[in-house]
C-alpha cells in the first residue's frame, strides 16, 4: 500500500515535467512565407522556442510549403517538386538551383522536396559550376 501512495506523485510530478516552458509544441510549419521550426537545438523537452525564417528574403520568389504533417520547408516559386537525396545543384544564369525537402528512408506518397533558387548576384558573387558540383562563388 505504501507504494501506491509514493508512485502517484511521483507519476504527476514527471507529467507535469514534459513541456515544461515550451513556446511551441509542432516541429515545422508555415505561416504565410514564414518557416516556424520549434526547438532547435540539443534540448528538445525544455525550454522549446520558436525560431522564424522569412522564406522571401532566403530565396528567390521564396515562400513556405508544408511537406507533411509536421515537416516544413521554403521553396521557390513556382513550385517544382524534386527528390533532397537525388538532386544535383545547377546554375541557371547567376541561380544557384537547390533541392529543400526531407529525406525520407521509406517511400511517401507526397513530395519529398521542391527547388529553391538563391540568387549569387545578390552578394556579388556568380553561380558556377565545375567537377565540385554548382555553387556560389
Known sequence: M??????PPVILALLGL???D???SYLEQCD???LLVCGQ???????REEHET???AMLVDGTCVELDNQEATCASEPLVECAPQDFEPRCEGD?????????YTEP????????????????GRSCVEDAEGARCA
Open 2 to 7: 505504501h507504494r501506491l501512495l509514493v508512485c
Open 54 to 56: 522569412d522564406c522571401t
Open 18 to 20: 514534459q513541456g515544461c
Open 95 to 103: 541561380l544557384l538551383m537547390g533541392c529543400q525537402g526531407v529525406w
Open 108 to 123: 511517401v506518397d507526397y513530395p519529398t522536396g521542391y527547388e529553391a533558387a538563391v540568387d549569387c548576384s545578390a552578394d
Open 22 to 24: 515550451n513556446d511551441c
Open 32 to 34: 504565410g512565407d514564414t
Open 41 to 47: 537545438g540539443p534540448d528538445q523537452m525544455f525550454h
